[in-house]
């Protein structure tokens, strides 16, 4: 059986006191899934940057505790950068995954290709692992224009590095309109467009490089099996059905059984 990587979104959700929370669950809802923890699974949680150092310490003792990551970051080390948050300060909370260039915040935030990819070398740089999203939107799909743009996005973020590095960063594929509308990407519709992102790093990165690939959007117990069983669907990266334990878990649980 492939690994499984079960990354959690929080997004602008769980306060630090629902942080403590979610771990008063979480040992719970993992425990029937340890021993698949390392070489079947692999689960990492993305709080907000004001809970995680919440969620480091309430699970630190933990036998089974997930990775912590970020949602974002600053290319730059430190300075006048208002309201930005560097790498330095977040590997310093024990981070080691940063998730850049979700739909979020590159449409409602603005952020461009180029920004993406100045993170995701930065990040790399400093041996932390980028969880790069890339995805079209609902307009881009109708105009078949889905390649076409998830191709630039690709690209953008692959610019400058080298093949190991290339190889090192997790891609998650995240249509936009299925991002949160509880609208899921078929199974053969995720299957369709992870298979041709595989191929398209393998062509920029040599054959070598066997990319990490998630599928985002919806990803909930309910659907978790059809989508996780596609030949070319390495994880998911899950929103709203992260939040709490029990559903996060159920997502691996749906999968295996
Ligand atoms: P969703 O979010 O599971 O709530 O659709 C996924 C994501 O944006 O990463």
Redesign the pocket.
Known sequence: MKKIYLYG?W?MNMTKAETEGFFKGYAAAVEPFASDLGTGLEVAVFPAFTSIWEAGYRSKDMKNKPIIGAQNCYYEPKGAFTGEVSIPMLKEQGVTHV?LG???RRHIFGESDELVGKKVKACLDAGLTPVL?YGETLEEREGNRTFEVMERQLRAAMKGLTPEEMGKVIY?Y?PVW?????KTATPAQAQEVCGWSKKLIAEVAGKDVAPVVLY?????GSNAKELLSMESIDGA??????LKPESFLEIYGAYKN
């Open positions: 979104n997004k998730i979700h739909s979020e999203c998650a995240e299925a991002i949160g509308t509880g985002g959007g919806s990803v909930k990266l899950v929103g709203g059905a992260s």
